[in-house]
Every structure is written in C-alpha cells, then in structure tokens.
C-alpha cells in the first residue's frame, strides 16, 4: 500500500467486493463500498466486526451519474475497483435493466473518473465475452481471441471494454479490465456459476446438493480474485488493457472431490450434472501475468477447505443459515 490511498469499490456488497474491501481494510487502506443494496451480509461472512467499522457505506446507484461524481468527490478517491452488475440469469430476466446497470452504469464510471480527475480504473469484464467452445479449436483461449457474446451478459461486458478504449483514446483515462470465469467461494451465492459455492455449503451444513453443470472450466477462489482487482488497480496502466483472469483450470469431478475432503460427511451427496457451460473450457492468462507479475492462485483443495471452514463457522455461529434449494 502507498500513504494517501482512497479507494472506491462499487458494488462491493457483492461476493468478490466482499473479498476485496477486506483486503484493502486488512492493509489499513481507507476504502469505501458504493452499492445499490445496504445489507453487508457478504461483508459480515468474511470480515470481523472491527473491520467492518473502518469502512465508509454509500448506499448509491450506478446508473446515477451524479451519485457517482459526489461519492468520489466527497471521499478523495485515488483508486477505483468497479464490480457492480448484474449477472447473467438477471439480465436476461430484464435486459432493459442490466442494460442500464451493466452498460450506462460502466459508462458513469468512467465519466465520473475523468470529471475526478483519476487517470485510470480496474473494472471487471467477463469470460461471457467469448463464445461457444466450438467457436475456439485447440488449446486455451488467448486474451485478444475473437470476442463473440452469446448472453446479453456478455454483450454488456463487450460493450464496457469499448467504452475503456474510446475512454483512452479519447481522454486518456486508462484502464486494466479482468475476466473472471467462475469464482468460488465465501460470499459466493448468486449468478450462473454460484452453485459449486453453494454444494461447499450444503456440505457444511450436512445436506445434499445437485450442481446442474459439470464439464471443465476456470474456478477462481474469490480471495484471489479480489488480489488481482487490487494488484489491477495500482498497476501503472497506459491503454484500455483487458486480460483473462488465470485460476484452476479443472473438471467439475475435481471440485466434487475437494469437497469430499474437505466435509467427508459430503462423500456421494454432492452430485452433478455433466453438461459444460456455454464458454471454453479453459483460458490462457499469460497476458494478466506478463503485464501484472504473478497473481495469487490457491490450490483447489485449500480454497475449497477454507470456503467450507468458513461456511461451517457461520453456520455453527447462526451467522448463516442453510435453506435447501426447491
Ligand atoms: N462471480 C463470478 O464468477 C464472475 C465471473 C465473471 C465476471 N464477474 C464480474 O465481477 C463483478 C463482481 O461479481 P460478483 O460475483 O461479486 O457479483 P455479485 O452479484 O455478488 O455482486 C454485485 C454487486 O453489485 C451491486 N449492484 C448491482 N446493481 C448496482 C447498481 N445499479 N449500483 C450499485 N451497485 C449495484 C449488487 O447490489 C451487488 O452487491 C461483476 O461485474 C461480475 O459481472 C463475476
């Protein structure tokens, strides 16, 4: 950390938010969470009380850009991490909506940031950038492989990483975006991929669970994935970069595995479906790595025995409670 850091973070009510703002407090870095929501339930699971209060909320909305120019005014921002969005099952369920938040709400970042005076922002993109599989013949997708959406998501995202280039080109605000594939982990319990996070819960609490994908594909855990958006944040950027986030490229029977023994009481009732997702099974983030040095990847098995760990304490504490899925 440098003196004189103020970072923003927005929607860091939400899962990697949650991971990155305790990161930052951890560090003794000023940081303030700007959400659309006001339940820290995520940043409760993950943080102790007396970290908790070292944050500053501003409940706000993205999609208003007047909120937005205020809280980094108001706050002396120096760095901005900017997650909020919504993810793929709710943009499809109103794209108007996501449209807004996912797209409009991007684009005020970026406005604010120039009006604040910032040369440059982290935001998160997406894996959803890419197409099918069958789009990509052999071998881990490169980072500057041929983007074709599939999910309104996606086109979203695609859609922020033009508004970060004409952002440069234009103002010279730079940027270093990152897609995540699927992140795990404490805080994980929303969006398309959440269900692997939500089998190391019911596992936990001693229950079934029924994944309904399988196939192969990239798991983060979000302690890692809150590093990199830091590391991302203070990098020097010169330019709209955008890069595929690196993690545990791994099949769904691997993560079944790391949660039998991480809750041995789990062993032959987590089952799943082995349908692969709708993206490529794998992608190369040689370009993350030469551009921000190495990121943390924790092995599979300790992500997964720590997220359990994690969940088991809340559980026992009634902090969370477990509600079986209909
Ligand atoms: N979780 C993953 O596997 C994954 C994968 C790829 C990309 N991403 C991206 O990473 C980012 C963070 O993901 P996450 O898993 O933490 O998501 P999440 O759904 O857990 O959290 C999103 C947060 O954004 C907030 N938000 C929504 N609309 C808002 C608005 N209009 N104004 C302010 N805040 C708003 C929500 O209240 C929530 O707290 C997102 O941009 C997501 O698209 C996540």
Redesign the pocket.
């Known amino acids: 950390m440098t003196a004189g850091e103020r970072f923003l973070v927005?929607?860091?009510?939400?899962?990697?938010?949650?991971w990155v703002v305790r990161t930052l407090v951890r560090e003794g870095v000023p940081t303030v969470v700007?959400?659309?929501?006001s339940d820290p339930h995520?940043l409760r699971l993950v943080m102790t009380s007396a970290e908790l209060e070292r944050v500053k909320f501003v409940t706000?909305?993205?999609?208003d850009l007047s909120a937005v120019e205020a809280v980094m005014k108001d706050h002396g921002i120096t760095h901005v991490i900017?997650?909020?969005?919504?993810?793929v099952p709710f943009c499809k369920a109103d794209p108007s909506l996501g449209a807004?938040?996912?797209v409009v709400?991007t684009v005020n970042m970026f406005a604010a940031a120039k009006r604040a005076g910032l040369r440059q922002l982290a935001?998160?993109?997406?894996?959803?950038v890419y197409g099918h599989s069958e789009d990509y013949p052999g071998g881990p997708l490169a980072h500057d492989a041929a983007p074709r959406p599939h999910v309104l998501?996606g086109v979203y995202?695609l859609a922020n990483e033009g508004t970060a280039r004409v952002y440069w080109a234009d103002d010279g605000i730079a940027s270093i975006g990152l897609?995540?594939?699927?992140?795990y982990g404490p805080?994980?319990?929303?969006?398309l991929?959440?269900s692997p996070t939500r089998a190391m819960l019911a596992a936990a609490a001693g229950e079934p669970f029924h994944i309904p994908f399988g196939g192969r594909c990239v798991y983060?855990y979000t302690h890692d994935t809150a590093a990199a958006f830091i590391t991302a944040a203070r990098a020097p950027a010169s330019g709209a970069a955008v890069y595929n986030l690196g993690g545990n490229a791994v099949h769904m029977r691997d993560i079944v595995q790391a949660i039998e023994a991480a809750a041995p009481t789990a062993r032959g009732r987590i089952t799943f479906d082995d349908k692969p997702l709708p993206f490529p099974e794998n992608m190369d983030d040689a370009a993350a790595r030469a551009a921000l040095g190495a990121l943390p990847v924790t092995p599979l098995k300790a992500g997964v025995l720590e997220t359990v760990q994690m969940f088991a304490a809340a559980l026992a504490s009634r902090q969370l409670v477990y509600n079986a899925p209909n």
């Open positions: 927005t929607g860091a009510l939400g899962c990697i938010g949650a700007f959400d659309v929501a995520r706000g909305d993205i999609t900017h997650l909020a969005a919504l993810q807004r938040v996912n709400g935001y998160a993109s997406s894996i959803a998501y995202k897609r995540p594939y699927t992140v805080g994980r319990d929303q969006g991929t959440s983060q």
